[in-house]
């Protein structure tokens, strides 16, 4: 199956008379390349993919980043495979792997400081642990 391009904008009327239809429904039309029915399903659930991904990285810019690349990912996998019987448990587990995938790539490291390293000197390691 052919891969879907890009959604629209979310603003724009793509996704017109699709929006009223179910979810399933939209992710088997999107399933089949119907890039209207992604649009429709972009413009439900990004909002509130991105308030879901921020609440759990504690940023906006990068909830943004998470939503969006998730809807990414469910659009190339929609591509790929059949449509999720329940679409939006599949989008926020989607985004939840995402936002947390996120929050490790972009945790902050340190290298290890040597004064904060705690030098053990023992002759007899016996003794160390005598009671």
């Known amino acids: ?12 009327p793509a996704a017109g008379p699709l929006a009223r239809l179910g979810d399933e429904r939209l992710a088997r039309l ?3 390349g119907n890039q209207r029915a992604f649009a429709a399903i972009y413009a439900r659930y990004m909002p509130a993919l991105t308030g879901y991904c921020t609440a759990i990285l504690r940023s906006p ?11 990414l990912q469910a659009m190339d996998a929609l591509g790929r495979r059949p449509a999720p019987e329940r679409l939006r448990p599949w989008l926020y587990r989607i985004a939840h792997n995402e936002a947390i995938s996120l929050s490790r790539r972009r945790r902050p490291s340190r290298p290890l400081d040597d004064e904060a390293c705690v030098s053990i000197s023992v002759e007899d390691p016996c003794e160390a642990t005598a009671v």
């Open 61 to 71: 810019e990068d909830g943004e980043d998470a939503a969006q690349t998730a809807m």
């Open 30 to 32: 999107a399933a089949r």
């Open 1 to 12: 199956m052919a891969a879907l391009a890009a959604p629209a904008p979310v603003d724009a």
